[in-house]
């Protein structure tokens, strides 16, 4: 798998470099800001690139900027948005019109490299992972009529693991049960809270997701 | 108390010595004279008997054309002796008793009588368009004049040699009346354009000055207007053979002698300017407010245009009232400068309509009867200057803390976190180099533990100093997040552009944030609208929740440190907390 890195600290870029290279990726390219990340992606095939959202030269939305860009012009190539401060409403910009192929976590996650190296994974697959923080912001989100307390423990935790991006063999792995066993909370989850099923579940993603927000 | 104060006219050339009053009594004793030469002239000329109409008229008129412009001069030049206006005015009335010379039956002062005869309206227009100061400064007006003086004169002598004015005339050469007629034709025309040319004058300066005018001034104006159409009118009626030739010349002669009865009424109204003084003291005594101090000396002063300017030592400047910084030399353009002082110490100054130089007694009575509110509004114009100026370190104070703030939270994130993460990362590569050793496995992952809630603290701090998110995406990403993690159920409006000027963001993200927090720890609600919004001018900035009320709005510095924020930008900050009614927070803040 091709991967471009976009990303101004040197310790974190050497550092991100070489433990995705150590899985298995081939990192194409190493870019100090966005303008040169911006050449690479339009110069190489890639699969998924990888974005520090505060980029120079004005260290504000360069990053996000970009990643959006990306996203629009090439949406074969998934994308990766890393930050030390994890936003709902970037969350929402970033798949304001689809979850297909993006990822918004925190740097925090790079450490726990099995991890990370399956986001980065699913992501350049067309998947979605989304940072838990945000996920457990939504959920536990005061609302004054709170549909959330039908669910059981165990739903919830589906749930969340859902929104997080997991597919159905990632949440069968996390939570040590089958995937029978998970395809049936799915199930009645989208039952208890009224969502039509979707197909693939990136769009499973968004459903769950607006659901949260609304 | 009037002693106290003194005002000076700040006119240049304002020293200038009056005539004496010998000369005012020559002059004057001339200007008789010369009336009386023309009243016996036109009774017993043939020609104002045949040509002009009744002789008793003709010869009333011409007296009051000469005595109005000769003794109106006399007290202009008295009155105003910097100024030119008054010996003009003089002037112009001795040429008019020259043009009636021509009445006469001796062949000299006859020929000086006709050459002059169209010199007459052209003094007219050359005092009209000389006022107020007697001087013509526009190049364009200049031209015009001199334009005007040469065809009076020029083609007088042309037609004067061409004959066709009797066995008078000296110049006389060869005569051909035809060509005497056509020449005179042009010359009527040309004279008619030049009057009308300058109302056009009069109308364009009034354009441009912008100012109101003081009504007598505007009374003045209005007869130079109307004498100049007439003159236009009647030569264009002599050349063209209109009807009532002498008719419109009477009413000419009247309509050009009112200019300086309008300008007498003028000087008159000084006189009973007096009364309206009485009434300034009146107004003063009750609590006139220093806003209003400048309407109540226009209205004495008659002049619409008057300004105030408070004289600021502390800030080295003149002020308005609201102490906001005046340029005296772009608003005295065009204006005269009266300084006033109290007790030898600069107070004011006063911008007006330089006419009014001709009332110093006035200027400086209804200044020394304003002394003391002169001097209260100066000091309210010298302590908004002051707040203002407080509100501005203040606003510099909250920049330069923020600037600090963005700086430390730039630090952290480049920085420790960076390190963190990083040191985090190689811990982990080299737990799983160690999948041999489980202890050892353990205990990185236990370190990696630590830096994790570390990295989580961190974070906190970084967002506490300064939130990132706000000047990398502005107001509404932020305050999503924010809602999303309040207390209570919060309903979020946001509408405005998508940034806005940072401090304005950072101080209405902290008044989302200060009082979503206060939500959280007194209110006891069970929701909340957060409402941000551009109109008006104004970001509105409007907190609501259903909570119990009677928040506490002195205590604490949450609120108190929110209002300087708001303040500092220039807008303000309200709090209504009614026991049992809920609590909204609303802040206004000035935005293009």
């Known amino acids: 798998m091709r991967v471009a890195i976009a990303e101004d600290g040197v310790l974190l870029r050497e550092g991100l470099s070489r433990l995705l290279g150590e899985a298995g990726f081939d990192v194409v390219a190493q870019c100090g800001d966005a303008d040169e990340l911006m050449l690479k992606v339009r110069s190489y095939p890639l699969d998924v690139a990888i974005v520090d959202i505060r980029l120079p030269p004005t260290h504000s939305d360069e990053g996000l900027r970009a990643a959006l860009e990306i996203r629009a012009s090439h949406p074969s190539v998934g994308v990766l948005v890393l930050s030390q401060y994890v936003e709902l409403g970037l969350a929402m910009k970033l798949l304001a019109d689809s979850a297909e192929g993006v990822g918004y976590l925190l740097k925090d996650r790079i450490s726990d490299v099995n991890d990370f190296v399956s986001s980065v994974r699913r992501v350049a697959d067309g998947g979605s992972a989304l940072d838990p923080i945000i996920v457990s912001t939504l959920v536990s989100r005061q609302r004054d009529d709170d549909p959330l307390t039908d669910l059981t423990p165990r739903e919830r935790d589906v749930l969340v693991l859902m929104a997080e991006g997991s597919s159905n063999q990632g949440i069968a792995d996390k939570l040590v049960i089958t995937t029978r066993a998970v395809e049936k909370y799915v199930s009645t989850i989208f039952a208890k809270l009224g969502l039509p099923s979707t197909g693939t579940e990136s769009r499973r993603v968004l459903a769950v997701l607006a659901f949260l927000r609304a | ?592």
């Not at chain 2, 809602?483 to 159920?489: D, E, K, L, S, T």
């Not at chain 2, 009082?515 to 919004?533: C, L, Q």
């Not at chain 2, 609590?583 to 935005?591: D, G, Q, Y």
Request: net charge neutral; hydrophobic share 50%.
């Open chain 2, 1 to 592: 108390m009037a002693s106290a104060a003194s005002a000076s006219v700040a006119n240049a050339g304002a020293e200038r010595a009056p005539p004496r009053s010998t000369v005012v009594e020559a002059v004057a004793a001339a200007g008789l004279v010369a009336g009386g030469i023309s009243f016996t002239l036109a009774l017993r000329s043939d020609e104002v008997a045949g040509q002009l109409g009744e002789p008793l008229v003709v010869a009333m008129l011409s007296v009051l054309l000469t005595l109005s412009y000769v003794l109106c001069g006399l007290v202009a030049w008295s009155r105003r002796p910097a100024s030119r206006f008054g010996p003009l005015m003089i002037a112009a009335g001795f040429t008019n008793f020259f043009g009636t010379l021509v009445w006469s039956h001796y062949a000299v002062p006859f020929t000086v009588g006709q050459a002059l005869d169209f010199v007459t309206p052209v003094v007219f227009l050359h005092v009209f368009l000389a006022f107020p100061n007697g001087r013509v400064r526009e190049r364009s007006v200049r031209l015009l004049l001199v334009a005007a003086y040469t065809t009076a004169i020029g083609l007088e002598l042309v037609r004067m040699h061409f004959g066709e004015f009797g066995p008078h005339n000296l110049i006389e050469q060869d005569v051909n009346p035809g060509v005497a007629e056509s020449v005179r034709k042009v010359q009527l025309t040309l004279i008619s354009v030049y009057c009308l040319l300058g109302i056009g004058v009069l109308v364009a300066r009034r354009l441009r000055g912008g100012r109101p005018l003081r009504r007598s001034l505007s009374l003045l104006v209005d007869a130079f207007g109307v004498g100049l159409l007439m003159l236009a009118f009647l030569f264009l009626s002599a050349a063209y053979g209109g009807p009532w030739v002498a008719q419109i010349r009477w009413a000419t002669f009247v309509t050009l002698s009112l200019a300086p009865m309008v300008f007498l009424i003028g000087l008159l109204q000084a006189r009973l300017a007096r009364s309206a003084l009485t009434g300034l003291v009146v107004e003063l005594r009750t609590d006139l407010s220093p806003s209003d101090l400048r309407d109540a000396l226009a209205r004495t002063l008659r002049d619409p245009s008057l300004e105030l300017a408070y004289w600021l030592p502390q800030f080295d400047t003149y002020a308005d009232v609201e102490g906001r910084p005046l340029d005296l030399v772009t608003l005295g353009r065009g204006r005269a400068t009266t300084l006033i002082d109290r007790q030898g110490v600069r107070v004011a100054a006063l911008l007006h309509d330089p006419s009014l130089g001709d009332e110093p007694e006035l200027l400086a009575a209804a200044t020394a009867a304003a002394g003391i509110a002169l001097e209260n509004a100066r000091l309210q114009a010298e302590l908004r200057a002051g707040l203002e100026e407080l509100r501005g370190s203040r606003a510099r104070v909250i920049a330069a803390g923020q600037k600090e703030r963005k700086r430390l939270e730039r630090d952290l994130h480049d920085g420790a976190q960076q390190r963190l993460i990083a040191l985090s990362l190689e811990l982990n590569m080299l737990e799983q180099q160690l999948a041999a050793e489980p202890a050892a496995q353990a205990r990185l992952d236990q370190a990696r533990q630590e830096i994790a809630l570390s990295l989580a603290e961190l974070r906190a701090v970084a967002h506490g100093i300064h939130p990132a998110v706000l000047s990398g995406h502005g107001l509404h990403v932020a305050l999503e997040s924010m809602v999303a993690r309040a207390p209570v159920p919060v309903h979020l409006l946001v509408d405005v552009d998508d940034r806005l000027e940072e401090p304005l963001e950072v101080a209405a993200y902290y008044v989302v944030s200060e009082s979503i927090a206060n939500i959280g720890k007194h209110a006891h609600a069970s929701s909340a609208t957060v409402d941000v919004r551009h109109t008006d001018g104004h970001v509105v900035v409007e907190i609501v929740d259903n909570g119990v009320g009677g928040a506490d709005t002195e205590g604490g510095t949450g609120l108190r440190g929110l209002a300087d924020r708001v303040e500092a930008l220039g807008g303000r900050l309200r709090v209504w907390t009614p026991a049992g009614g809920g609590t909204r927070v609303k802040a206004e803040i000035p935005c293009a």
